[in-house]
């Protein structure tokens, strides 16, 4: 899928920008280049409490020339929400049920949905999560909303191939694979599941770089505050993106950089060198249009 086209979104993803307001994020959106930027669930309610409508928020996007797109984490597809020892902030951002979250897209105008799993992994058997994300698609349908599925190495949905089994399990036409390099690369990369997926599996690409070994000892820890800029760290970030520029079907790419360093950055300085970071390494990985 080449970059360069309309077709494409160049999203920032707000873990980029995690500092600072949301009209602050809109702001360094638009100024680096990116054409959208996804919302969360904390981020609209705390709007909502602040006083702002659903059209408030509308304008606030429209006057920096950005759109929202996705909504940002959803696991209310899955047979549980979430277990009861999952920490309070990730409750806060996954505290939604499957109505609720389609009518926020409906309010906001977001056509897409990061759905992941935050149960154990092989809680449930595949067949039972195809159903139930089954269901959940053609749910959003009706609204006219896509749904990536995201994998986590943490959490239930751990790798590449389990994303696979559900998604050509539920046979679901309004549904794809977001693929985040970190996770891929820093769980258990499958390079030639990878290179197999047809076009259209993948619609979805989230760049981040890291240190081979851990900072903390704790996968999740590290995924939260040790992610790098694409290109400064040691994952196999251009091998990764010279399979994913082969794809078609790919239609979204952007940073999601959860970064001690970069939240020390104003909204701006962190947008721009994100994006700039990304154009690099696709440049350098050949990705169509880069």
């Known amino acids: ?145 896509r749904v990536d599925l995201e994998f986590l190495p943490m959490w239930g949905v751990p790798t590449l191939a389990d994303a696979w089994n559900i998604l050509r399990s539920a046979n679901a036409s309004n549904a794809g694979i977001l693929l985040d390099t970190w996770h891929f690369l820093k769980g258990t990369p499958n390079y030639a599941l990878l290179e197999s997926l047809p076009d259209g599996a993948i619609t979805t690409v989230q760049l981040a770089d890291a240190k081979l070994h851990s900072e903390t000892g704790d996968l999740f820890a590290d995924c939260l505050r040790f992610r790098q800029l694409p290109g400064d760290g040691e994952l196999a970030l251009q091998k990764v993106l010279a399979i994913l520029g082969k794809k078609k079907g790919i239609v979204n790419i952007g940073p999601e950089i959860f970064s001690d360093q970069l939240d020390l950055l104003t909204a701006e300085q962190a947008a721009l060198k994100a994006w700039q970071a990304s154009a690099d390494i696709l440049h350098r990985a050949n990705y169509p249009g880069a």
């Open 1 to 145: 899928m080449n970059l360069s086209s309309a077709d494409v979104r160049r999203s920032l993803w707000p873990a980029c920008v995690r500092s600072h307001n949301f009209k602050e994020q809109l702001a360094a959106a638009a100024a680096a280049g990116f054409t959208h930027l996804p919302i969360g669930l904390v981020t609209y309610r705390a709007l909502r409490a602040d006083g702002y409508s659903d059209g408030n928020i509308l304008d606030l996007a429209a006057e920096q020339g950005v759109k929202l797109g996705h909504y940002d984490g959803f696991s209310a597809w899955a047979p549980v929400r979430f277990n009861d020892d999952l920490p309070a902030a990730a409750r806060a951002v996954f505290d939604i049920s499957s109505a609720e979250c389609l009518e926020i897209c409906q309010r906001l105008q977001l056509d897409n949905i990061c759905a992941t799993g935050t149960f154990y992994p092989t809680q449930f058997p595949v067949s039972q999560l195809a159903d139930c994300f089954a269901e959940f698609c053609q749910q959003a349908s009706a609204h006219g909303v």
